[in-house]
Nanobody
């Protein structure tokens, strides 16, 4: 069983930056594909970014491409989401997720393990 704990959320002005972290425990972190998702009030949870076990293959939603960067440190059992040029529409609860076997990293139903989420609020 994998436990995931997100941190790094907060309130930031539009154009600012935040770095989210997700610390994993209870499993072999280096064997998991990791994903970041977000959910805004009244909306469905949506894919933001994903990274394969080695860190060499990454995926991004079109809405964040060029602004967000996902990375991982397998020695620290941690995945990161660097968010730059933040916009008010990026406001959401951000969740990290883990899966040993993912065909389509954008699909939230392929991730059995989820963190509790961290709130990101971008003011205009």
């Amino acid at each position: 069983q994998v436990q995931l704990v997100e941190s790094g959320g907060g309130l930031v002005q539009a154009g600012g930056s935040l770095r989210l972290s997700c610390a994993a425990s209870g499993g072999t972190f280096s064997s998991y594909t990791m994903g970041w998702f977000r959910q805004a009030p009244g909306k469905e949870r949506e894919f933001v970014a994903g990274i394969r076990w080695s860190g060499s293959i990454t995926y991004y939603a079109d809405s964040v491409k060029g602004r967000f960067t996902i990375s991982r440190d397998n020695a620290k059992n941690t995945v990161y989401l660097q968010m730059n040029s933040l916009k008010p529409e990026d406001t959401a609860v951000y969740y990290c997720a883990a899966s040993k076997s993912v065909l389509r990293v954008q699909r939230r139903d392929e991730y059995p393990y989820w963190g509790q989420g961290t709130q990101v609020t971008v003011s205009s």
